[in-house]
């Protein structure tokens, strides 16, 4: 069975789990603690960081983007990339905004400094930094309502691991009730079609343990 | 003519000018001063960073990854992923490693931090960031050493984007004289290689105005 080690506010592996679910891989997940340095899980991937999958084969693929252009080479339908080389570069483009500029702007100012950081031991969350990343949001989400309104979907006419990526990182911080969708109502609305969609039930289903999601967290109508 | 919008001491544009050059591409370097916030450049990548590649056919790709991955694309020969999707996921890791990894550990530290954030008006280097880049360099020069006693090149027996990328990084630190190779000699034959390669000839020619490269810069045998 392909097993996907994995955390739960990790928005690197939200993208893995909900492109397997997309492309109807079944596969089991275990939560690994990072923070814990498990040499089992660091001999997988020398980084020691989540996600890291393994093939029924017990081929292990470590780190989010080679794991999602391996699922999209072998097991390329639905193609999630998109369908020509323009489409792909401006999906992948999307995917680097998304893991690279907003990750560092947002999810690791808001997800890993009230979350992560203490486990790692680096101390208790720094109010700047999280206020940084509460102002930071809004220019993305205002990016978001923009792209959606041009184009449908994040990367163009078509569902893509654009939007995949852009809903595994929001959906962390919406789980911390972070994500101030009353002033965006465009990117409230992309965000409701994807949590509608069946790959997204795990991801609504997740809890925790000593962190409470937001009330509306589960709402498919928040 | 193909064009390539680019900075001297970007090593995601160093990335994509070696991989042209080993793909025997023909291209027009140009050179971008992102802090200008050009308006034609920021309407080609809305994140107004470089690297930005435009097309024969005016197509422009913008970002080090959807670039890579499109020039191996269409590009194909010689493949610098890996003719294997171990090969490419073991290629894939390793790019990540270094553009993530390295950079955030390493290259901004040190790269970002003494010569582009003035520019960007963030104000003058902070000594402690400095002082940690060049601690945690020596890890990665271990690692480096480790994997080409284990393996040749990076990802394998293959040259592959992984040597490339790290190069990139490597390359822009050793310009500012910040790479103690002394300490790491397998790390430095595997560079002296790299060097000694015709693509490598523009990256060793670069002069950035302003700033003076080390005296060994240039050298192949330093």
Redesign the interface.
Known sequence: MRTLYHYWLCPFSRKIRLMLHEKKLEFQPVVERIWEHRPQFVSMN??GLTPVFVEDDG?V???G???A??LE??YYDPPLLGDT??Q???T??L???FD??FNMEVTHNLVFEKTMKRKMGLGGPDSGVIRAGQTNIHDHLA?IGWLVDQRNWLSGHHFSLADITAAAHLSCIDYLDNVPWDKHPEAKEWYTRMKSRPSFRAILQDTVPGITPAAHYMDLDF
């Open positions: 020398p980084e081929k693929i470590a780190n983007y080679p794991i252009e391996y080479e072998i080389s323009t792909r570069a401006e992948r483009r995917v680097a905004w690279e500029k990016y």
